[in-house]
């Protein structure tokens, strides 16, 4: 099983990137995924999720109304579309499979595979 995030870079404040995260070895559709980030200094921080139903899916505060989930099964890749973006979005940023997610919040289940992450810097 592998996950493959793309997509991170340099942005200046107020623009845009999404995240891929590619699976091979699982589908996807079978299970929730999520999407974490780490800032330096800082604990991981769950960001969003998106259940294996599509319904109901998850942003944590810091991020709502700016950041948007999705998932194409055909190509196995789950998306994180990042607007509006602000220094403070600056991290590494992981998806984990499988995750428990709900509308009020997630976790990685113990047994979670993890991408290696990408870079989001977000300059002022």
């Known amino acids: 099983v592998q996950l493959v995030e793309s997509g991170g870079g340099l942005v200046q404040a107020g623009g845009s990137l999404r995240l891929s995260c590619a699976a091979s070895?699982?589908?996807?559709?079978?299970?929730?995924i999520g999407w974490f980030r780490q800032a330096p200094g800082k604990e991981r921080e769950g960001v969003s999720c998106i259940s294996s139903t599509v319904s109901s899916p998850y942003y944590s505060d810091s991020v709502k109304g700016r950041f948007t989930i999705s998932r194409d099964s055909a190509k196995n890749t789950v998306y994180l579309q990042m607007n509006s973006l602000k220094p403070e979005d600056t991290a590494v940023y992981f998806c984990?499979?499988?995750?428990?997610?709900?509308?009020?919040?997630?976790?990685?289940?113990?047994?979670?595979?993890w991408g290696q992450g990408t870079q989001v810097t977000v300059s002022s």
């Open positions: 984990a499979a499988p995750v428990y997610c709900s509308a009020y919040g997630f976790y990685a289940s113990n047994l979670a595979y």
């Open positions: 070895g699982i589908t996807f559709d079978n299970y929730a």
